[in-house]
């Protein structure tokens, strides 16, 4: 392997057997072994994955869960054997994977950092060295004296964490620790990476955060069903997963159409998202295209004076981003007779960030009490290309800064 690969995957496969049915005794686990009557499944949770990280990389692994992510960085840290392929590693590798590892519930918080620092090849001086500023990095002095089983799993985990950063080590894998305590804490994660790739530190790093994959990691693979399926920069790596999760969201959104019940008043149908040449969104759409959805609302039954409106939702917020109907615009719906058919068009906010989406159009009753037709995530789409992260709606250019 050349000098300048920190790690060499080639051809690495690895399946898992499933058994199809569960033993509830110890005389049916024998019975069934003598039989040799025991029927497994197979699982492919890796299949031919190769690739290379170089030294002073941040690389990164990102995939739906059961994609495959773990199984790669348990198999990188040797907890896993492969059944095929080779794993080649120049150096020193320290997982930050199943942090606590090794701790004992039944000794002190004290008492297993010293346990911990010797499990990662420090001497009892070193760690006496190092003690008070793992503690202070913990957030939990005043707990070090109390045996771990009184610990939070939080608390836990930022012990473990704290411990794990000491590491003389060449290669670091990372899984999600940035899920770890609150905000403060996740702030000081987020510094000790800045310190990593600043001094060049070999770093593999698996995490569903996108803003902090792109800020880290040069480049990432993008693992699905045990294949790697994209490869190269991060931002075109991220592009690709977006599409794959995409691809898993409408399916659900027709499932979830599909089973709806139809109502007997009301109808919505033709729901379609355009661009500003009427061309009609099916997927993604580049930062800063002008969208406008359209939706078709038929009256099987005279209804008075009901709301006809869409909300605009954003995967993993749980509230409206953009919503608007046809009483907040003094439009008229008196004329909802049997058989009347409106359309309603909406254009969309333009300065909509980087994100997955979801329209909702729904008709309710004129005291917007209860809903007459309502389709949750109707149609799903992406927004991609933006370079501002950090926020749901593009800020405006028009922030000043001035010496005073």
């Not at 990280?53 to 960085?73: A, H």
């Not at 039954?301 to 509230?319: A, F, K, N, Y």
Request: proline letters at 3%.
């Amino acid at each position: 392997m050349a000098d300048e690969i920190a790690i060499k995957v080639d051809h690495l496969r690895k399946n898992f057997k499933l058994p199809h049915q569960r033993e509830t005794s110890i005389k049916s686990a024998l019975i069934n072994f003598r039989k040799w009557s025991r029927k497994y499944q197979t699982q492919k949770a890796l299949n031919n994955v190769t690739f290379e990280i170089k030294k002073g990389e941040f690389f990164g692994i990102v995939g739906r869960n059961g994609s495959g992510k773990s199984t790669l960085l348990k198999m990188l840290a040797g907890i896993y054997p492969p059944d095929k392929g080779t794993i080649n590693i120049n150096g020193k590798l320290t997982p930050f994977i199943e942090l606590g590892v090794g701790f004992n519930q039944e000794l002190t918080g004290k008492e297993n950092v010293f346990l911990n620092g010797a499990l990662l090849g420090f001497s009892r001086k070193e760690m006496r060295a190092i003690y008070d500023d793992i503690v202070e990095f913990a957030e939990i002095e005043e707990f070090m004296d109390q045996k771990l089983k009184n610990y939070s799993s939080g608390m836990q985990v930022r012990l473990a964490f704290s411990i794990a950063i000491r590491a003389k080590s060449d290669i670091l894998l990372i899984d999600e620790v940035l899920a770890v305590g609150d905000a403060a804490f996740q702030t000081k994660c987020m510094d000790y990476f800045n310190e990593l790739k600043a001094a060049g530190q070999t770093v593999v790093f698996v995490s569903h955060d996108r803003g902090s994959l792109e800020k880290f990691c040069d480049q990432a693979i993008l693992i699905d069903k045990g294949v790697i399926i994209a490869r190269g920069e991060t931002k075109s790596v991220l592009n690709h997963y977006d599409r794959v999760v995409m691809k898993q969201l409408e399916t659900k959104d027709e499932e979830r159409r599909d089973a709806a019940p139809k109502n007997e008043a009301v109808s919505i149908t033709n729901l379609k998202l355009t661009d500003q040449s009427g061309n009609e969104i099916r997927d993604a759409v580049p930062f800063g295209t002008r969208l406008t959805t359209t939706f078709y609302v038929k009256f099987k039954q005279p209804v008075e004076d009901p709301i006809i409106g869409i909300t605009l939702w954003r995967d993993g917020v749980g509230s409206p981003i953009y919503a608007t109907n046809t009483w907040v615009d003094g439009q008229s719906t008196a004329g909802a007779k049997k058989g009347k058919v409106y359309e309603y068009v909406v254009t969309l906010p333009e300065q909509l960030n980087t994100g997955k989406y979801f329209i909702e159009p729904a008709v309710a009753n004129k005291e917007a009490t209860y809903y007459y037709e309502r389709i949750t995530r109707a149609k799903s789409f992406l927004i991609m290309g933006s370079d501002n992260l950090y926020s749901i709606v593009m800020p405006s250019k028009g922030a000043q800064l001035r010496d005073v």
